[in-house]
């Protein structure tokens, strides 16, 4: 029991130590082995323990079999008794994490966006913004449905790659991105379909340059250009129309109702 209790401390010493101490991440290196690396036992040290690291110890002991709202509790008492520890630093990481492992996706984002906003510096920023976009690409939904988590990940990954090009999270970064823009050209062509069904001929059209133009590298660009190949007469007066209903204002019933009570200089 002792000698796995120390073995739990030593891994909670090591993240703090990698955490607040080391150098860049080797850009050799992958995403698996660089979160082992931090986990791993280094040999224990003589001395008495502090309070905040027999927390942390029990904490991650939680953390790595998968209790996750048990390892919860502990970050917290960490982070509220021993606000100015080292060690509630990793306690505010775990705890984003926590709630990662959970599944609960909206709640660790702003965890994880405090952990950088708090520590600008620290070396586990690019684990940090990389997990800010995995909880967005978690949560993006079908075509058919609002595509700003998309957004918000390929937003979140693209800043990783810029910041830290050689980060052991980059290709898997770059993969998802991949995939998000490929979402969001699919939901371009899923209203393009739905403006068709409805008769808005050339709205639908305009949808399919939006493809053509900002997502040429996607799997549903060639149905775009089918499709306006088809119809590259109504293409080329395109543009004409597109400015011709912008500025043409809506009939009277279609208007707000508060410009039909307030006509005067209301258009």
């Known amino acids: 029991m002792i000698k796995k209790k120390i073995n739990h401390l030593?891994?909670?010493?090591?993240?703090?130590?990698?955490?607040?101490?080391?150098?860049?991440?080797?850009?050799?290196?992958?995403?698996?082995?660089?979160?082992?690396?931090?986990?791993?036992?280094?040999?224990?040290?003589?001395?008495?323990?502090?309070?905040?690291?027999q927390l942390t110890a029990k904490a991650m002991h939680y953390f790595d079999i998968g209790r996750y709202l048990?390892?919860?509790?502990?970050?917290?008492?960490?982070?509220?008794?021993?606000?100015?520890s080292p060690y509630a630093t990793v306690a505010e990481l775990r705890l984003a994490d926590c709630k990662y492992y959970q599944g609960l996706y909206e709640e660790a984002i702003p965890l994880y966006k405090d952990f950088e906003n708090l520590h600008p510096t620290n070396n586990a920023i690019p684990y940090v913004i990389f997990q800010i976009g995995s909880c967005?690409?978690?949560?993006?939904?079908?075509?058919?449905?609002?595509?700003?988590?998309?957004?918000?990940?390929?937003?979140?990954?693209?800043?990783?790659?810029?910041?830290?090009?050689?980060?052991?999270?980059?290709?898997?970064?770059?993969?998802?991105?991949?995939?998000?823009?490929?979402?969001?050209?699919?939901?371009?062509?899923v209203v393009a379909q739905w403006y068709f069904r409805t008769d808005h001929l050339m709205q639908g059209l305009r949808r399919l340059e939006n493809i053509v133009i900002l997502y040429p590298d996607t799997p549903v660009y060639e149905k775009a250009i089918k499709i306006l190949a088809e119809n590259k007469d109504l293409v080329e007066h395109l543009d004409d129309y597109m400015?011709?209903?912008?500025?043409?204002?809506?009939?009277?019933?279609?208007?707000?109702?508060?410009?039909?009570?307030?006509?005067?200089?209301?258009?």
């Not at 995403?31 to 309070?51: M, T, Y």
């Not at 898997?172 to 998000?180: D, L, S, V």
């Open 70 to 84: 048990l390892a919860e509790e502990e970050f917290k008492k960490i982070r509220d008794r021993y606000p100015f």
């Open 10 to 53: 030593a891994k909670a010493v090591l993240f703090l130590f990698i955490v607040i101490s080391i150098g860049s991440i080797s850009a050799c290196s992958g995403k698996d082995s660089w979160l082992k690396n931090i986990f791993s036992p280094r040999p224990e040290e003589e001395g008495p323990v502090e309070p905040e690291a």
């Open 136 to 189: 967005y690409y978690h949560l993006m939904d079908t075509p058919d449905r609002d595509q700003t988590s998309t957004h918000n990940m390929i937003e979140t990954y693209t800043r990783l790659i810029r910041r830290y090009p050689n980060s052991p999270f980059t290709i898997e970064a770059q993969k998802r991105i991949k995939e998000g823009r490929a979402l969001l050209a699919e939901h371009e062509y």
């Open 243 to 267: 400015k011709t209903k912008e500025e043409t204002p809506p009939p009277e019933e279609e208007r707000p109702w508060w410009k039909r009570l307030w006509p005067i200089g209301s258009d």
